[in-house]
């Protein structure tokens, strides 16, 4: 057996925590022993399906309680998984089931195990000659012991959020599962007797998939997993939860703690006990200081310790975890000189802003690299940098991916020597910690200086009545001498004339403020209409191709 899933049927031996799903209406908590049990029938049901060691196997399924016994049965059979994109109300059918053909053609699929809310997907599937395995039906098979697994089997293969379009999947294997679940239990200090997991995310994204499934499932944590429409319904849930499970360890994007800070703001003095949190992960998409001091605020009168709030960096190719703070050290900015920074691309710390003339940047850092992880930071030719300068950040390690496959068949995603390359711009400080700026592709060029989207974006979002998490700065004219950029938002006033005036006009304010150079347009459009990735993160390059 591979390290992890010998871990994980231990789990199911002796762990007496487990999973709560259900929340707010029908609470029910599985020990980690009872999803085994479930997941040896599942196991059984898949054998009969014809899935065994090697295959691949699309997930259509929304609901934590199916897919945790779900994915565990997968891997008794020796498959790997690969959770499929969910089609929402919105989503035209005709094209999601087009994409999802490509993308089960793409992993060389032998079948989709498809479970609530989705059954209405089955007749499009079985009409494209897929075989689908429905998850109400395998709750009835057979028990079977785990098949023997090794290391370099593919447990996971995670569909990035590549914007071009066209698909890719990150392979992730037992190794690489391993490697990262001890990375991360030993950085953030984890005590299986007292934390407990609260998440939200979705299990189609790897930092609700590895973070908050396979990881608990793995070590066996307690967990409290609701889905994500069940917060965007009411963001304040995800508080309420931390409140009764005595949450310690908690994750999301930048904009859902803009949404919480908002709605703790407006919540009635002691209705919530936040005091139990240790670690609340802002990662996944940029992180911006002033929403995390807002957060601070809002939760001080509900015990939240601030230095609870951490910024983290992750990404599908290192497994997850690429640099986690320690314990209790809150937010870290580094200040730094913004001239600097966008002229000669070096991180020249400023320690006293206000006898400063020039322009300042306060970055958050994101801790440092986890154990078995290397890291450093090179220029356009490769070569490695020295700390405090600009440039591509790489990773190499025993969590690091090999490679992605894609509709042209495997792409390695490491050089001769084993460095990943991210597409990640940023620096390490003396420390050791790590500052990303940006993406490289997203970087806008002016004068010779380079400007970062998401220095834009902050500005933008700081307008009243721009929807939080939903502004995009993209490149216009890019490659030519003259490179400009076009700031596009939502908001729920976008009918509103005089209410799109006003917040044309100061965003241009507080963008120029922000980074010394104006947009050449802005657009204010309505919720929903930002083009973003199954994870939630903003689509550049395709907003860019909805303004021309």
């Known amino acids: 057996m591979s390290r992890f899933t010998d871990e994980m049927y231990a789990t199911a031996k002796t762990s007496t925590r487990g999973l709560v799903t259900g929340e707010p209406d029908a609470p029910r908590r599985q020990s980690w022993p009872e999803i085994h049990r479930t997941a040896r029938r599942m196991a059984g049901g898949l054998a009969e399906a014809g899935i065994g060691h090697g295959d691949a196997v699309g997930v259509l399924a929304g609901l934590p309680a199916d897919i945790a016994p779900v994915c565990q049965g997968i891997w008794m059979r020796g498959a790997s998984i690969t959770m499929l994109h969910q089609p929402t109300p919105r989503t035209d059918l005709v094209i999601w089931a087009r994409d999802t053909e490509t993308v089960l053609t793409m992993i060389e699929a032998r079948a989709v195990v498809l479970g609530a809310p989705f059954e209405a997907a089955e007749s499009l599937l079985r009409e494209r000659g897929i075989n689908v395995v429905r998850i109400d039906q395998l709750y009835n098979g057979p028990e079977v012991d785990p098949v023997p697994t090794d290391e370099s089997d593919i447990a996971l293969q995670q569909l990035t959020s590549g914007s071009t379009g066209s698909p890719k999947a990150v392979r992730i294997t037992h190794a690489n599962f391993f490697a990262n679940a001890y990375a991360m239990f030993d950085r953030v200090k984890f005590q299986l007797d007292n934390d407990v997991m609260v998440s939200w995310l979705p299990l189609f994204h790897d930092m609700g998939m590895v973070g908050f499934l396979s990881v608990p499932m793995q070590f066996g ?54 005091s139990s949190v240790r670690y609340m992960w802002n990662g996944a998409e940029p992180v911006d200081p002033d929403t995390m001091d807002a957060l601070a605020v809002a939760g001080e009168r509900f015990g939240l310790n601030p230095m609870a709030l951490t910024p983290v960096y992750g990404m599908a190719e290192t497994t997850l975890a690429v640099s986690i703070p320690d314990p209790g050290h809150g937010q870290v900015l580094d200040t730094i000189d913004a001239d600097l920074l966008e002229a000669l691309g070096k991180a020249v710390p400023v320690h006293d802003e206000h006898s400063h003339h020039g322009n300042v940047r306060r970055l958050p850092t994101l801790g440092y690299l986890v154990d078995d992880l290397e890291g450093r930071v090179v220029d356009a030719e490769r070569l490695p940098l020295p700390t405090r300068s600009v440039g591509v950040i790489e990773l190499r390690g025993p969590a690091v991916t090999s490679g992605y496959i894609t509709v042209n068949g495997f792409r390695s995603a490491q050089d001769d020597e084993g460095w990943l390359d991210t597409g990640d711009i940023g620096y390490f400080t003396e420390e050791g910690l790590v500052v990303v700026c940006g993406r490289i592709k997203d970087v806008i060029i002016m004068g010779g200086r380079n400007i970062y989207p998401t220095d834009i974006e902050r ?13 995009v700065a993209v490149r216009l004219d890019a490659g030519q001498k003259r490179e400009s950029f076009a700031v596009v938002v939502e908001s729920n006033d976008h009918q509103k004339v005089d ?50």
């Not at 939860?241 to 709605?263: C, E, H, K, M, Q």
């Not at 933008?460 to 939903?470: D, E, K, L, Q, S």
């Not at 044309?504 to 802005?522: C, D, K, S, Y």
């Open 221 to 274: 944590a307690e967990v409290v997993c609701v889905t994500p429409m069940d917060f965007l319904m009411r963001p304040l849930l995800w508080a309420e939860l931390i409140d009764r499970y005595r949450g310690t360890v908690t994750a999301a994007p930048n904009f859902a703690y803009s949404l919480l800070a908002r709605r703790l703001k407006q919540a009635e003095p002691g209705s919530l006990d936040l």
């Open 459 to 471: 500005a933008a979002t700081r307008v009243t009545g721009v929807r939080p998490g939903n502004a």
């Open 499 to 548: 209410e799109v005036k006003r917040i044309e006009r100061e965003i241009v304010h507080a963008v120029f403020t922000e980074v010394g150079a104006r947009p050449r347009t802005v657009a204010v459009l309505g919720p929903g209409a930002l083009p973003k990735t199954s994870s939630g993160k903003l689509r550049r390059s395709a907003t860019a191709i909805h303004l021309n």
